[in-house]
């Protein structure tokens, strides 16, 4: 199945999530349209690890 979503990050950046099955999630944002970028499970497991900064 695959999902897409915006993707806002604060007022500065915007974007979009496609997530799809099996395979990965690509963020595009809209300030570099012709950048998008693949993120595969391995690597959203490990930033999931990383301490968030407070």
């Not at 979503?5 to 496609?18: A, C, I, P, W």
């Not at 963020?27 to 570099?32: G, H």
């Not at 998008?36 to 690597?43: D, Q, T």
Request: hydrophobic share 45%.
């Amino acid at each position: 199945m695959n999902s897409r979503r915006v993707l806002q990050l604060g007022n500065v950046l915007s974007g979009s999530v496609q997530t799809i099955e099996s395979w990965g999630v690509f963020v595009q944002l809209d300030a570099l349209p012709k950048i998008k970028a693949l993120l595969r499970p391995r690597h959203i497991s490990q930033a999931r690890q990383l301490p968030l900064c407070e």
